[in-house]
């Protein structure tokens, strides 16, 4: 059988789409700007939505709210609303999103021991552009 796609060489066609697909969706929570960061500021504890805004500067009330429930959604993050006047509403990491910190801080070394590299890689890059363009 032709290996499909995903390079797997036993699912067909169809099972080849569907895999892509819910990796595409995996990949575009953990991809997504406001995701890791708050996947990040939940690791040492549950924290209220303020408290969590306030972690997350520069995000919108309306950004962190959808973050929040897309993140729910995915089972990363756990929603606890406690019996309050006015309610309490704290966010948790799951077990499977405590998972995802392996994944995040490797993530986050390979960022911090390539920093630089990256660094003088856009300089050159950029050199050349306005070389190539001022031509």
Not at 69 to 95: C, F, I, M, N, W
Request: aromatic residues 4%; hydrophobic residues 45%.
């Amino acid at each position: 059988m032709a290996a499909t796609h995903t390079g797997d060489t036993v699912r067909g066609s169809e099972q080849g789409a569907a895999y892509c697909q819910q990796m595409r969706l995996l990949l575009e929570r953990v991809g997504e700007r406001w995701s890791l960061l708050a996947v990040i500021a939940l690791r040492a504890q549950a924290l209220r939505f303020n408290a969590l805004r306030r972690e997350l500067q520069g995000i919108s009330p309306r950004m962190l709210a959808r973050t929040l429930k897309a993140l729910e959604r995915d089972g990363l993050v756990s929603r606890t609303v406690h019996p309050t006047v006015p309610p309490q509403v704290d966010y948790a990491l799951t077990a499977l999103g405590r998972s995802l910190l392996q994944p995040v801080d490797a993530l986050l070394h390979w960022a911090d021991e390539h920093r630089e590299a990256m660094d003088m890689a856009r300089r050159d890059f950029d050199a050349r552009e306005a070389v190539a363009a001022a031509t």
